[in-house]
């Protein structure tokens, strides 16, 4: 039975949001319809327009608050590694896994709808509060690098939110016939650890890997 929980707490567009991730984490971005989330969320589905454009929409604010919760939860990391500028960046690197198991739903509406972080000012917004924390350890620790051999932050902080990205989606997320060898906790760690000895920046020999 759909639960209903829509006008009763006077706050059918939140429940319209958490309808929609319910079945976004069940069916996938593409797999359900508006009438489905009204459904879940115990409305009709005209109810849906009065706060909805259409289903885009409502999946375009599932990942602005899969952001929101993304970004407190990068900052939170990045700050429980202060003062070591490596171990923030670790830290920022491991969260990224840890939301992901966390939210799936938001993480599927972020990452796999297809929904541009431009798609309305508020979502890039946060999306760039985001990726800024990522980008702030990297920037912190490649200060340890000689300037004439520094990778720009930038780019730091991709390769590793791409690293980050990849594990999660061949190894953390059950993808269908794939099953790693390795914890994916591990093949983050030991896979950051790989790069960031490429950049000099901890030494072979480091007995934590």
Do not use: C
Not at 38 to 59: C, M, N, S, W
Not at 84 to 95: D, K, M, N, P, Q
């Amino acid at each position: 039975m759909p639960k209903k929980r829509g006008y009763h707490h006077g706050n059918l567009r939140q429940a319209l949001v958490d309808a929609a991730l319910e079945l976004i984490e069940a069916k996938g971005p593409t797999g359900f319809t508006l009438s489905e989330a009204a459904k879940q969320a115990g409305v009709t589905p005209a109810a849906v327009y009065r706060h909805f454009e259409g289903r885009e929409d409502l999946i375009a604010e599932a990942a602005r608050q899969g952001y929101e919760i993304f970004a407190d939860v990068m900052q939170y990391a990045y700050d429980k590694g202060q003062p070591s500028a490596l171990a923030a960046f670790e830290a920022t690197g491991r969260a990224y896994l840890a939301f992901a198991r966390k939210y799936p739903g938001h993480y599927i509406a972020m990452f796999e709808s297809g929904i541009s972080v431009n798609r309305n000012p508020d979502l890039a917004a946060v999306s760039n509060r985001a990726r800024a924390v990522l980008e702030k350890a990297a920037g912190d620790l490649s200060q340890h690098i000689p300037p004439d051999k520094r990778p720009p932050a930038a780019m730091f902080s991709a390769h590793i939110w791409a690293l980050s990205h990849g594990v999660v989606e061949l190894f953390a997320r059950n993808s269908p016939g794939t099953q790693s060898p390795f914890p994916p906790e591990d093949l983050l760690e030991t896979g950051i650890g790989v790069y960031l000895r490429g950049l000099g920046l901890i030494p072979p020999d480091d007995d934590k890997r």
